[in-house]
């Protein structure tokens, strides 16, 4: 970079070309070699030389035009390059001939810089005054006629997405490109249904219309036309069978992926070549063929990840063969990008991957362990890739959100477990009816079986004693929309305002305005467990900057009877098909969300916890949790158990 010295000094870029500080004053008299000088490199800086006279080096005559033309063919890549130029002192004068040291200061693409010295040589030989000899090596001593400066890239390693372990989640991975090459296919539509056949082995699905458009629109019959890049675990599957078909071609590589295709594909995002747009965006940084992030923490924290490329300045001349050859004149190297750190949990990543996996509907699971709110495995089904709904999703909670207004009934002493409370088939709130899942009535219970069966019309019921204000107080106490920062895009939830009785009934059991995502579910499911929220963490390198502060403590006599009452769920209630899981007991809460009035499909909901382990799972108009949420937390609980 200039030092502060130069500070005085004007930068303009224009036709490539330099601009002439005040140092230029200096001359060796009013008709000296300085003078001319000055004229020549003021004319260079305006694009006009025509002040100035020029010779060649044999004494020949040259135009001030033809002069400016090699200026900016010798400046090649640089000639749209902001250039600082200085004269080192005054010329030295030797009989007919004078030189003068010149100083050039490039700012090259990127905000490197490359200073050095050249030296313009002046004669007044067979003239009445000082005439610019012009030569290449005004622009570098190295350079001769038809020679030009020319960037050369150097693309920075990009770093790693590192998993809690500290080891690469996200890393250079072996892959193969398949392609064909049009002038080795013997039978276009066999070759097809053949690849067809090997890539729906490996649940990879190709668009034959368009592969077959590309190869009849090929120019060149040896062309390489890729048709998927496989991972090599992949492409090993397959390998024998597609490599005997004729027209087949490979190449192998390297690519930044996770262990597997849907590893936490939509929170991780993906490292793809640079679109059009990513060019457009930042044309200073990228290049065509450069890796860029796409989509989760590798697009936000590209420009930390990719690095900063370096460059080297070249001479390239053509050979009497017609090639090219590079001569290094200065090199800035690449500085390698920088890892970022993550609370992911390859095992139970995998294991949560496993489970959404086999849900057909678009699902999601966000698991977070309880002893330091760390983020372990954040799933979107059924292949991972699209929207991250586990943590940015706003969707009701349905009755996964009863666990919350329970908090808030025992805080206010509104309940006990044993206390009776009555549990109708219907119940009306200014108007407007309730209902309970399945019609079900169970008249006056415990309130813990209102609890462990979900009975709607028992919360409705004791909406008047939780009030809008312990519904929210009980939210905030479990962290529900509060501003979280974890280093990567959350939805904490939006509380409903509970302004009315009827929106107050509903958003006792999770319906009304009342929205969450599973991120969100699951961090309140961890705080019930620990006793006190402390909102989850994902990316710790960096570390976060506004991280939520701790909730308070919350108060035993509130969260004993809910975990007794979570559990009972499991033993007695809706969630009984988690009773055999293997490991720990499991405790938790069904949910069955309604998420358009009127319609009879709803999400389903199941948020619990395991041993350390707390998870949310949500499955979009999956009906009732019992019957899509809860077989995936047992999917999830049984492979994390293995």
């Avoid at 000088?37 to 002040?51: A, E, M, V």
């Avoid at 030989?125 to 400066?149: C, F, K, M, Y």
Wanted: hydrophobic share 40%.
């Amino acid at each position: 970079m200039r030092g502060t010295g130069r500070a005085g000094r004007i930068v303009a870029a224009m036709a490539g070309l330099l601009l002439v500080t005040g140092g230029m004053a200096a001359c060796s008299g009013s008709d000296g070699p300085g003078d001319t000088l000055g004229t020549f490199l003021k004319g260079w800086r305006d694009g006009d030389l025509s002040k100035t006279g020029f010779v060649t080096a044999d004494g020949s005559k040259i135009s001030a035009n033809d002069v400016f033309t090699q200026l900016q063919g010798l400046a090649g890549d640089l000639k749209k390059s902001s250039l600082l130029l200085s004269a080192e002192g005054d010329p030295k004068e030797t009989g007919d001939i004078a030189s003068a040291p010149v100083k050039l200061d490039w700012t090259l693409p990127g905000g490197g810089s490359w200073s050095y010295q050249s030296t313009v040589r002046l004669t007044k030989r067979n003239a009445d005054g000082w005439r610019v000899i012009w030569e290449p090596a005004i622009v570098h001593s190295e350079l001769t006629a038809g020679d030009q400066l020319e960037l050369r890239r150097k693309t920075a390693d990009r770093a790693d997405v590192l998993g809690a372990d500290g080891k690469p989640i996200v890393t250079q991975r072996p892959v193969v490109t398949v392609g064909v090459t049009p002038n080795r296919i013997t039978d276009q539509a066999a070759l097809f249904k053949e690849l067809g056949k090997l890539f729906k082995s490996i649940n990879v699905t190709v668009d034959f219309k368009q592969l077959g458009e590309r190869v009849e629109n090929a120019t060149d019959d040896g062309a390489f036309i890729d048709i998927v890049t496989l991972r090599r675990p992949d492409y090993d599957k397959i390998r024998d069978r597609v490599r005997a078909l004729a027209g087949t071609v490979f190449e192998e590589g390297q690519r930044e992926l996770a262990p597997t295709r849907p590893f936490a594909r939509a929170l991780l995002g993906l490292v793809e070549p640079a679109t059009r747009d990513d060019l457009d965006a930042n044309p200073e940084a990228l290049r065509e063929n450069d890796q860029v992030g796409h989509g989760g923490l590798q697009q936000r924290y590209d420009a930390q990840l990719r690095g900063t490329p370096g460059q080297s300045v070249v001479i390239a001349r053509r050979t009497p063969d017609d090639q090219v050859e590079d001569s290094q004149l200065f090199s800035i190297e690449p500085v390698a990008g920088k890892p970022i750190k993550t609370t992911l949990d390859v095992t139970t990543q995998n294991a949560a991957d496993a489970a959404v996996a086999k849900e057909k509907q678009p699902s999601a699971l966000v698991a977070i362990r309880i002893s330091d709110s760390s983020i372990v495995a954040v799933a979107n089904g059924p292949e991972g890739a699209g929207v991250n709904t586990a943590m940015t999703g706003q969707v009701p909670p349905g009755s996964t959100f009863k666990m919350v207004s329970t908090l808030g009934l025992l805080d206010k002493k509104a309940v006990t477990l044993d206390g009776k409370v009555d549990c109708p088939k219907t119940k009306a709130v200014s108007g407007r009816s309730f209902k309970n899942s399945h019609n079900m009535v169970l008249g006056s219970v415990p309130f813990r079986v209102d609890f462990a069966k979900s009975c709607n019309t028992a919360f409705v019921n004791l909406a008047p004693k939780l009030g809008a204000a312990g519904l929210q107080d009980a939210a905030t106490k479990l962290g529900l929309g509060v501003k979280w920062d974890l280093g990567a895009d959350a939805f904490s939830g939006k509380i409903s305002p509970a302004n009315t009785p009827t929106e107050l009934a509903a958003a006792t059991f999770g319906q009304g305005a009342t929205a969450v995502s599973p991120l969100a579910m699951a961090g309140a499911t961890a705080a019930v467990a620990r006793g006190q929220f402390v909102q989850p963490k994902l990316v710790t390198e960096p570390a976060a900057a506004s991280p939520a502060a701790d909730g308070p403590k919350l108060a035993a006599s509130s969260i004993q009877p809910l975990h007794t009452m979570m559990r009972e769920v499991v033993t007695e209630g809706t969630a009984t098909d988690l009773t055999d899981v293997p490991g720990k007991p499991v405790s938790g809460k069904t949910g069955t969300a309604e998420f358009k009035d009127g319609e009879e499909e709803t999400h389903a909901w199941f948020v619990g916890w395991q041993g350390d382990i707390a998870f949310a799972v949500m499955v979009e108009k999956g009906g009732a949790g019992a019957e899509a949420a809860v077989p995936i937390a047992a999917r999830f609980l049984t492979a994390l158990n293995k």
